[in-house]
């Protein structure tokens, strides 16, 4: 299995590291996958304030492509297409789209605040769009300005599990002309794309407005859990510092932050720090580069035997089962 690693600036920017890990290039704004690696395009629009990306590709290899935070603010709307009966893994943060097995299509928003992994098998078709929303053109062109904060607003409706839906007939038919624009006019990929977004956030808006309650936490209070994320998932660190010391670090009381953390990243201090560092040790056994013993003992493990079983305990499986898979 194959892993891919970036950090996002802009889709030109991704679309030129990925065709350097597939040892190709892009030429007028789109790749096209090399034979060896599978058949498809990627493909970068940029009109107005639009940056967004439109792929259709097959996959000869497993593949992990992993989206890592950021501490610039900005939000992408994605809408993915797979054959049904099949299943494409996505999570975001800690929280993984359920309901796959069942759908075929699904439009998700994600946020820089969390690493979003995507899990790509090889032989199946995906095909779809990602668009790039800075936090100021959503207040600007979605009114949201006099509304909360853009940020505490998805984190409220995150924390309901609102943040994905079916896939809308309209929304389909915009998606398939789309698609179906070989001649590639700009204005046609604004209006559709432009449409998509539309009838995301009406849907958005409407779900909003059935939240029981809110999550009381204000932007500052994510501001905190961040910087506190950012010190757990430190290469430094390998043994987390204590709620006590933490607590210190962001000027808060011991029980608030718990509970900002929680509500933020969905899951406890140090239960998130385990996932983090067991995730990282995946992706560093399936790049072929470490051996078991390597990535035990950078990850903090003097004993081996407790290393192997923390990683059964959160996939299921051994390293060395990973290191089968790995390219």
């Not at 639009?50 to 989206?67: E, K, P």
Request: with cysteine; glycine share 4%.
């Amino acid at each position: 299995m194959n892993s891919f690693t970036y950090k996002f600036t802009s889709y030109n920017a991704f679309l030129h590291d990925l065709a350097e890990f597939f040892h190709t290039k892009v030429v007028d704004d789109v790749m096209t996958l090399p034979k060896e690696a599978g058949e498809g395009v990627l493909k970068t629009i940029h009109t107005g304030d639009i940056d967004a990306l439109v792929y259709s590709f097959t996959l000869n290899h497993d593949l992990i492509m992993r989206r890592e935070k950021e501490d610039t603010e900005f939000y992408t709307l994605i809408f993915d297409e797979w054959p049904s009966q099949e299943t494409l893994k996505i999570q975001i943060g800690q929280d993984v789209l359920e309901d796959l097995n069942t759908r075929s299509s699904a439009i998700y928003l994600t946020s820089f605040l969390y690493d979003v992994e995507y899990t790509f098998q090889k032989n199946i078709h995906v095909r779809g769009l990602r668009i790039c929303l800075s936090g100021a053109w959503m207040r600007k062109y979605l009114k949201l300005q006099n509304l909360e904060d853009v940020l505490e607003r998805y984190i409220a409706l995150k924390a309901k599990n609102i943040w994905y839906k079916p896939v809308d007939p309209e929304s389909k038919d915009l998606m398939q002309a789309i698609m179906d624009n070989h001649e590639g006019s700009l204005l046609h990929y604004q209006n559709k794309i432009l449409r998509i977004v539309e009838i995301f956030f009406d849907w958005l808006t409407d779900e909003s407005r059935h939240l029981s309650q809110k999550t009381g936490i204000s932007r500052n209070d994510i501001n905190a859990a961040q910087k506190i994320e950012s010190i757990l998932t430190s290469d430094d660190v390998t043994i987390p510092p204590t709620i006590k010391e933490l607590a210190r670090e962001v000027a808060m009381s011991e029980s608030k932050l718990k509970k900002v953390f929680k509500a933020v990243y969905a899951l406890p201090v140090y239960e998130y720090f385990q996932k983090h560092r067991m995730q990282k040790a995946r992706l560093m056994l399936l790049s072929g580069n470490f051996s078991i013993k390597d990535v035990g003992y950078t990850l903090g493990y003097s004993n081996l035997s407790n290393f192997t079983l923390a990683f059964k305990k959160e996939f299921h499986k051994l390293p060395s089962d990973v290191v089968k898979t790995a390219k």
